[in-house]
């Protein structure tokens, strides 16, 4: 079997099954485990897949800079963005993670809100500006240039000290075995604490970060409250979150 057909071979089935075992792939396609690593290993090099321990998962397709992942899937994040704000309470606290889609939820927050919206994003600091009755805490540190968020020590110190009511997360993966993960350490490291201390969290993701993976872990999928997708996610993509015990939610168009 040619190379090019094995790797085929390899895209088809973590579109279909969310992972690959290497073990089990190089029997069924009757070739060695030394041939699938280096097909694994050519297709990460690639920017295609993630390698895990065994096997690999689809890679997130979140590479893209702010300002271009600003005009992919709008639709899908407003949909998703429009259900997010239905999570919201007066009074709470609510951290508000960077990424476009939370800065589609700062933009639809009822006017008339009293809450206290906690941000590592200067986009979404600026998006609330004129709203009355938030009280915005910018949280400081140095500049993700990608995802327009700050990150390093600060921002995890200063987000260790607030313990919120609701986190909205900004995912760049989400798979049910491997968890929620990111491409950038820092910034998994700021992740992390958010979700730590929110008594809620609810991510936010479109179909194509379902079921994929980056190198650095947030957290165990177990720690979500919610998974809010786009409306037309496919009910076989979502059913293994949904098992675990999270509120799946769609978006609404």
């Known amino acids: 079997m040619l190379k ?10 973590l579109r279909r099954e969310g992972k690959i ?33 065994g096997g690999a998962l689809l890679r997130s397709p979140a590479g893209a800079s702010y300002k271009e992942r600003q005009y992919m899937s709008s639709d899908a994040k407003i949909a998703i963005a429009r259900t997010a704000v239905s999570l919201v309470q007066n009074r709470q606290v609510i951290l508000l993670d960077g990424g476009t ?22 986009p979404i600091a600026v998006a609330l500006a004129d709203y009355p009755d ?4 910018m949280i400081g540190g140095h500049m993700l240039s990608p995802s327009l968020v700050t990150i390093g020590a600060a921002a995890v110190e200063a987000f260790a000290a607030i313990h919120a009511d609701l986190c909205m997360l900004g995912v760049c993966s989400l798979h049910p075995e491997m968890g929620i993960s990111t491409p950038n350490y820092e910034e998994s490291l700021v992740k992390r604490i958010m979700v730590a201390n929110s008594a809620e969290v609810a991510a936010l993701a479109t179909v194509d970060k379902l079921n994929t ?30 098992e675990m015990g999270i509120t799946i939610l769609k978006g609404k168009m």
Do not use: C, F
């Open 134 to 137: 938030i009280q915005i805490v």
């Open 4 to 13: 090019e057909e094995r790797q085929q071979i390899i895209m088809e089935t």
């Open 101 to 122: 889609t939370t800065l589609e939820i700062a933009r639809r927050l009822p006017l008339g809100l009293h809450a206290t919206v906690v941000t590592n994003s200067p």
């Open 213 to 242: 993976g980056a190198p650095y872990t947030v957290a165990p999928i177990s720690d979500l409250t919610y998974i809010i997708t786009e409306p037309d996610a496919p009910d076989e993509i979502l059913k293994p979150y949904e």
């Open 21 to 53: 075992v290497a073990v089990d792939l190089s029997s069924a396609i009757n070739v060695s485990e030394d041939t699938i690593r280096r097909d694994l290993r050519d297709l990460a090099d690639a920017g295609l897949i993630q390698r895990v321990h």
